[in-house]
């Protein structure tokens, strides 16, 4: 089940992005920066155990960030990480939010998602406030996706979202 995360869950997400972090694969997070972003956050849990985590940033207006997405590693290729994404594009809907990106290593799997991958320079500057200080800032070796949710809906079938075709703009 994807839920909003809690107080109490704080020290496992810390767990999970710090092995991914260990490994270079995400940006460290610290316990104190958890704590401030915790209702940036969501977990996938499963018999009382989470195991994965994602937030969603609001960065400006019409524009949020989807970042520190982790999957405890024996539970990977098992759909967690796209429950969890949707869980965040379902939100940033819900907020009025029109796009969504995500810096990432991950690029295949938020194509699967429908986000497309863009230059980081095409994001808005607001957007760097926070990687001028960043450990491989400048040079940066993460591809910047970006998904635009005025074009695409929720499909019930499949529970994951598609492009708008004609016939469901009518």
Same mark, same amino acid.
């Given at each position: 089940?994807?839920?909003?995360?809690?107080?109490?869950?704080?020290?496992?997400?810390?767990?999970?992005?710090?092995?991914?972090?260990?490994?270079?694969?995400?940006? &460290?997070?610290? =316990?104190?920066?958890?704590?401030?972003?915790?209702? *940036?956050?969501?977990?996938?849990?499963?018999?009382?155990?989470?195991?994965?985590?994602?937030? $969603?940033?609001?960065?400006?207006?019409? =524009?949020?960030?989807?970042?520190?997405?982790?999957?405890?590693? *024996?539970?990977?290729?098992?759909?967690?990480?796209?429950?969890?994404?949707?869980?965040?594009?379902?939100?940033?809907?819900?907020?009025?939010?029109?796009?969504?990106?995500?810096?990432?290593?991950?690029?295949?799997?938020?194509?699967?998602?429908?986000?497309?991958?863009?230059?980081?320079?095409? $994001? &808005?500057?607001?957007?760097?406030?926070?990687?001028?200080?960043?450990?491989?800032? &400048?040079?940066? *070796?993460?591809?910047?996706?970006?998904?635009? $949710?005025?074009?695409?809906? =929720?499909?019930?079938?499949?529970?994951?979202? $598609?492009?708008?075709?004609?016939?469901?703009?009518?």
């Amino acid at each position: 089940m994807v839920r909003k995360a809690k107080l109490k869950d704080i020290s496992v997400i810390y767990s999970l992005i710090e092995k991914y972090a260990t490994a270079g694969l995400l940006l &460290p997070r610290s =316990l104190s920066s958890l704590y401030e972003h915790v209702r *940036d956050f969501w977990v996938y849990e499963e018999a009382g155990e989470i195991l994965g985590c994602v937030a $969603l940033q609001i960065v400006w207006k019409d =524009l949020a960030e989807i970042r520190s997405l982790a999957v405890r590693e *024996d539970k990977t290729g098992e759909g967690i990480g796209g429950k969890l994404v949707e869980a965040c594009l379902k939100e940033a809907v819900e907020l009025g939010v029109k796009k969504v990106f995500s810096l990432t290593y991950a690029k295949d799997f938020f194509e699967k998602m429908g986000f497309k991958e863009v230059e980081k320079n095409s $994001l &808005p500057h607001k957007v760097w406030k926070e990687c001028i200080s960043c450990v491989k800032f &400048p040079e940066c *070796d993460e591809t910047a996706v970006i998904i635009d $949710l005025e074009e695409i809906t =929720l499909s019930n079938e499949h529970n994951y979202f $598609l492009k708008k075709s004609k016939e469901t703009d009518r």
